[in-house]
T-cell receptor, first 111, second 113 residues
Framework: GESVGLHLPTLSVQEGDNSIINCAYS??????FIWYKQESGKGPQFIID?????DKRQGQRVTVLLNKTVKHLSLQIAATQPGDSAVYFC??????????FGQGTELSVKP | DAGVTQSPTHLIKTRGQHVTLRCSPI?????VSWYQQVLGQGPQFIFQ?????ERGRGNFPDRFSARQFPNYSSELNVNALLLGDSALYLC???WGTGGGGYTFGSGTRLTVV
């Protein structure tokens, strides 16, 4: 069935270090993938997305890598800051117009 | 510009009651999607509406229904509430049904007692 899963439920990093959050997906027909950040009491906030015909995309301090061979997605955050502390979700967009979310990874940044 | 607005922000209902949640999309967005997020999990797709028509439905019972109005705002209705319906209900708006650009509201926190 359809599923998007995350390898690690929690990740703790030191301020200034780089963070890597991983995600596995199962539907190879999905046309793009999105990373969201969700802070307590708020809705998911868009971070970056990537089309299925790409393998890398960079934003401000963030990079998303897509490996279709092993159906793996990762989010890299450079110079992680305390404000980056949140739950991060990967989501898979299928042709039916719905987003399939994983369980989430909680990122904790230690000052 | 205002983002996606949802009302109410919090709600407490009793089992068996009915609830209506409301969503106003970003100006110019014609599509609204609803998601249920149980504590500790990722959001689960419930419905997508575009131009007042249902374009997608997730694996939820018929107790869940929705509609979209001519001004593109939307309502999610849940009948015969169960304890398991307690969750954060999120609304996302977008220009269309594909191509991304989904912007989420802050959600309605529903507690069923």
């Amino acid at each position: 069935g359809e599923s998007v899963g995350l390898h690690l439920p929690t990740l703790s990093v030191q301020e200034g270090d780089n963070s890597i959050i991983n995600c596995a997906y199962s539907n190879s027909a999905s046309d793009y993938f999105i990373w969201y950040k969700q802070e307590s009491g708020k809705g998911p906030q868009f971070i970056i997305d990537i089309r299925s015909n790409m393998d890398k995309r960079q934003g401000q301090r963030v990079t998303v890598l897509l490996n279709k061979t092993v159906k793996h997605l990762s989010l890299q955050i450079a110079a992680t800051q305390p404000g980056d502390s949140a739950v991060y979700f990967c989501a898979e967009h299928n042709q039916g117009g719905k987003l399939i979310f994983g369980q989430g990874t909680e990122l904790s940044v230690k000052p | 510009d205002a983002g996606v607005t949802q009302s109410p922000t919090h709600l407490i209902k009793t089992r068996g009651q009915h609830v209506t949640l409301r969503c106003s999309p970003i100006s110019g967005h014609k599509s609204v999607s609803w998601y249920q997020q149980v504590l500790g999990q990722g959001p689960q797709f419930i419905f997508q509406y575009y131009e007042k028509e249902e374009r997608g439905r997730g694996n939820f019972p018929d107790r869940f229904s929705a509609r979209q109005f001519p001004n593109y705002s939307s309502e999610l209705n849940v009948n015969a509430l169960l304890l398991g319906d307690s969750a954060l209900y999120l609304c996302a708006s977008s220009w269309g049904t594909g191509g991304g650009g989904y912007t989420f509201g802050s959600g309605t926190r529903l507690t069923v007692v």
